[in-house]
């Protein structure tokens, strides 16, 4: 038996099966626990459907985060077959390609540093706000993923980086507003993966090449890797863990330069 058997997590923002959500839902599934999907457009809609199949779900809610409508009609229909559910997984970032170019005082722009901060990080508040009576009395837990560029300057990184900045702020702010109800708010900072997501960095190749020769274990991470975890800190074993910014990046994070660079 997993240690989340008889949990039921809703996982906002799997587009790819190459996507950390992804890895996050596979490490849960495996875990034990009933699992529920959304997706952002019509266009994603039977990938995600595919998605849940495989891994026993037949729920699969639109949700598009840009909609406070969209948002609050996800919990409205994942009441339809849950009385409660215990997890939200929040894996949404998005910014501008455009934004992502050059410098980043060369390429910001107003409407692009509120797009990417409105998407990245506002949804994962609006989605715990709408989500907060179906998780009453569960000892719920919140995830979102973050990245070393919320507090580090990376190339290329640009607005994602202050959006992921406000995002680790949220889970502190949320952390502290939904303790008293006994839910848990926590962040994953991972290492550089190729995901969907990420291929619109420029140079993303040169940054894991770069975190894998820095990093104390010398190599980088996978999804699996963050989907445990995920898992773990969606359990009842992280029960006394929240607000937390947990790095799963093969130690990259600690290192100011690597041995590997002297020896070179």
Not at 8 to 37: C, D, P, Q, T, Y
Not at 96 to 113: A, H, K
Not at 135 to 151: D, E, F, K, P, Q
Not at 180 to 185: A, D, K, L, N, T
Request: hydrophobic share 45%; aromatic share 8%.
């Amino acid at each position: 038996m997993g240690f989340l058997t008889g949990k039921k997590a809703l996982i906002v923002g799997v587009a790819s099966n190459r996507s950390i959500a992804w890895g996050i839902a596979n490490a849960m599934h495996r875990e034990g626990a009933e699992l529920a999907f959304t997706y952002q457009n019509d266009k994603l809609r039977p990938r995600v459907e595919k998605f849940a199949h495989q891994l026993g779900s037949e729920i699969v809610l639109p949700c598009d985060v840009h909609s406070d409508e969209q948002i609050e009609a996800v919990f409205t229909q994942l009441a339809d077959y849950w009385d409660g559910y215990d997890i939200l997984v929040h894996s949404v970032a998005f910014a501008p390609r455009e934004e992502l170019e050059g410098m980043y005082l060369d390429s910001v722009t107003r409407q692009g540093f509120l797009m990417a901060h409105e998407i990245s990080s506002y949804s994962f508040a609006a989605l715990a706000r709408s989500g907060r009576d179906m998780m009453a009395g569960r000892n719920g837990a919140l995830i979102t993923l973050s990245y070393i560029g919320s507090v580090r300057s990376m190339p290329g990184y640009n607005v994602m980086g202050l959006a992921k900045a406000s995002l680790e702020a949220n889970v502190r702010y949320l952390a502290q507003s939904l303790g008293p109800e006994g839910i848990r708010v926590n962040a994953i900072s991972a290492g550089p993966i190729k995901t969907l997501a990420a291929s619109g960095i420029k140079g993303l190749k040169i940054m894991q090449d770069f975190c894998e020769k820095s990093a104390p274990l010398g190599r980088g991470v996978t999804i699996d890797e963050v989907g445990n975890t995920a898992a773990f800190l969606c359990s009842d074993l992280a029960s006394g863990i929240t607000a937390e910014i947990t790095y799963v990046d093969a130690g990259f994070n600690s290192v100011g330069i690597s041995q590997r660079f002297i020896d070179d």
